[in-house]
């Protein structure tokens, strides 16, 4: 998602270069001070934020929430809906999405009832904005349509093209690649007959995106290849990193590495020459990861990528180097690297951690914030009604009776408010509750069992009448009842942490051969005491866009289970399938004791009975559970075609590897 967001965010920053204002921030606080008129004062906080532009979003924050407060007490309402506008900017670039949807909704109130139209457009257009950040399209593309409308009828070319291509961006990221088609080239029209150099580059790339997630690599060259002639001009070098990545995307995805690295240099140089450190580290990674696969010893780019991300502070994109380099090490059979990077890739896990719980404490505080203006705000309001009652006593018991009527009215919409806010309290309630009791049936139900055996087996072992080799054989079912244990408690607490707190979704390109062959190794030793072959048929190089933890859990599941229910002698097989532009679907089959009919309809329930394997392993019932709601969060499907004595064969959905192209 987080790619395709970049679209939006070139285009608008097309125009940015060239704002900087050239007064100061001590001038404009004296401008201020000797503003007299509210149109006045308005003007001097706009040229304030223009002039904090690329600064530190808190130096901004508190002249903007100054003049809300002002313009609220002195019932300047367009300049009210000014500040709000550029308030949920700010909430914006930091990343509080829903407190900038928040002042954008506030800010189109005021216009809509100023009927101001330009300014209910622009309100419409931070609105879709953020729902598309929020993942919701249908209401960023029922705002964006409702900005068009104003532009529409006030003929403002500039406003239209910007929507067209909002527009175009909100369907491709719906999946509706055909309406996107129809926006971008409505707004390519208008840029055209403008020459609006700038936006023809972004509309292109945006087109060739467009065709590259259907698998059209030859259509996305054509538009790509069009942006890159039109950005070779000096005006639009910043432009022109874009469409040379994106080109050397595609020629790597169609397998000719000498076209992608050529392209990919030259977008890598340019990196260079701007000091666009972030851009710098995503090309070197593609490169990296292209030169690796020629020559598993040609990691310089990954290490020049992975200095330059540590020292500018990319957490995250120091993280996918490091696992980059790991990956090679292991290819390159240096497992003592390998485990060193491993150990780093684990910090730099852990640092990140921390990070986004920051963000998480620092989002609650701007809602607290928020919350405390608000109630400031109101006080101010209610003092207003205060003086106002005051001046106006002379007026009637008609003006008494309305005034109790509105606030017989409010009551009463308070009270309604508040049972449904009580009834909502109460679903969270039951659900809470819920879980607690799913949680204690799958104790009672998994852990008793492998616990419950071990004091038995203790008192069998200390009687005197116990042998050596029946003591060996009780140490090895108390080794298994442990294990077992053990299983059950990670996958709860797998499960409880996702039903209380919910997980963190983050998914990225993978490699599904790689990640089987890593279970491949963890597995050696159970699949060889039951003398049973795995093989891993998926191609090498075989790429899927998923949550990692989640999709290495998922294949774990999968095949440890196949192993277990496979007779000794047997073998288990993994393989992979996709349709051209459709999504990948990686299935487990072994030739082991099947699933009966009556369990195939509740095998991935929480309540399904666990069985043991054919050597008696023990299992638990909400692994194959996890797994559905894994798949589920990485957008796929899971199903199992099986009869009893044989064998089964489980399959699931993943996203292909075209959902990782970049759209910047």
Not at 60 to 77: D, H, I, R, W
Request: net charge neutral; proline share 2%; aromatic share 8%.
């Amino acid at each position: 998602m987080g790619n395709r967001y970049v679209l939006l965010s070139l285009m608008i920053c097309a125009g940015a270069f060239m704002a900087h204002a050239q007064d100061n921030l001590p001038d404009l606080r004296g401008q201020l001070a000797n503003a007299r008129t509210d149109s006045q004062k308005l003007a001097v906080y706009r040229h304030i934020y223009d002039v904090c532009y690329g600064k530190p979003n808190d130096s901004v924050k508190p002249y903007m929430e100054q003049g809300l407060a002002l313009f609220t007490a002195s019932g300047y309402k367009h300049g009210q809906g000014e500040m709000l506008l550029l308030l949920s900017n700010i909430y914006n670039e930091r990343g509080q999405v829903a407190l900038a949807k928040e002042k954008a909704e506030e800010a189109l109130k005021i216009f809509t009832g100023l009927n101001e139209e330009h300014d209910m457009a622009k309100a419409n257009n931070s609105i879709a904005n953020a729902w598309r950040y929020l993942g919701n399209y249908q209401e960023a593309i029922a705002h964006s349509l409702a900005a068009l409308k104003n532009f529409e009828h006030l003929k403002d070319t500039a406003d239209l093209i910007n929507t067209y291509l909002e527009l175009g961006a909100a369907n491709d990221m719906h999946g509706d690649n055909d309406k996107a088609q129809i926006y971008y080239h409505q707004a390519l029209d208008l840029s055209l007959r403008v020459k609006e150099n700038a936006n023809i580059i972004y509309l292109y790339n945006n087109i060739g995106l467009s065709f590259a997630r259907k698998g059209k690599f030859d259509e996305a060259l054509k538009y790509f290849e069009k942006a890159e002639a039109i950005s070779r001009k000096p005006a639009y070098i910043k432009a022109r990193m874009t469409p040379l990545t994106n080109l050397g995307k595609i020629y790597a995805a169609k397998g000719d590495d000498k076209k992608a690295l050529a392209y990919l240099y030259e977008a890598r140089d340019l990196a260079k020459e701007l000091k666009v450190q972030e851009p710098l580290c995503r090309i070197l990674l593609e490169i990296g990861g292209i030169e690796t696969r020629k020559d598993p010893k040609n990691t310089a780019s990954l290490k020049e990528g992975l200095a330059t991300s540590a020292g500018m502070g990319f957490l995250r994109l120091q993280r996918e180097f490091v696992q980059a380099l790991a990956d090679v090490a292991d290819k390159t059979g240096n497992y003592k690297e390998e485990a060193a990077l491993l150990k780093q890739h684990a910090v730099l896990t852990d640092s990140l951690f921390s990070i986004d719980k920051a963000k998480a404490i620092a989002n609650l505080q701007s809602e607290y914030e928020l919350k405390r203006t608000s109630r400031e705000l109101a006080a101010l309001q209610a003092s207003q009604l205060g003086n106002t009652r005051k001046k106006n006593i002379i007026i009637g018991i008609a003006v008494l009776l309305a005034i109790t009527l509105v606030t017989l009215m409010a009551f009463y919409a308070r009270s309604r408010r508040l049972n449904r806010e009580l009834s909502a309290r109460e679903g969270e309630l039951k659900k809470a509750n819920g879980v607690k009791d799913r949680l204690f049936s799958i104790v009672g139900h998994d852990l008793k069992g492998p616990v419950g055996s071990i004091p038995a087996l203790i008192s069998i072992f200390r009687s005197p009448d116990t042998t050596e080799e029946e003591r060996e054989d009780i140490l090895n079912m108390m080794e298994e009842s442990s294990q077992a244990s053990l299983d059950v408690l990670d996958k709860l607490l797998i499960w409880g942490k996702q039903q209380i707190r919910g997980t963190t979704f983050s998914p990225a390109l993978l490699d599904a051969h790689a990640i089987v062959n890593d279970n491949v190794r963890l597995l050696h030793t159970a699949a060889a005491n039951k003398q049973i072959v795995i093989t891993n048929n998926i191609a090498p190089g075989t790429r899927i866009y998923a949550d990692e933890n989640q999709i290495k859990f998922i294949v774990r599941n999968l095949m440890s289970n196949a192993v277990k229910f496979t007779h000794t002698g047997g073998g288990v097989e993994i393989y992979a399938a996709q349709q051209p532009g459709g999504p990948v679907t990686v299935s487990v089959k072994d030739n082991g004791t099947g699933i009966p009919s009556y369990k195939l309809q509740q095998i991935f329930e929480p309540y399904n009975e666990s069985t043991s394997g054919t050597a008696n392993e023990a299992g638990t019932s909400i692994g194959l559970m996890l797994c559905r709601e894994f798949v589920t969060q990485n957008g796929g499907k899971i199903w199992v075609d099986s009869e009893q004595n044989e064998g089964a064969v489980f399959s699931f959905t993943v996203k292909g590897a075209m959902d990782g192209v970049e759209s910047n």
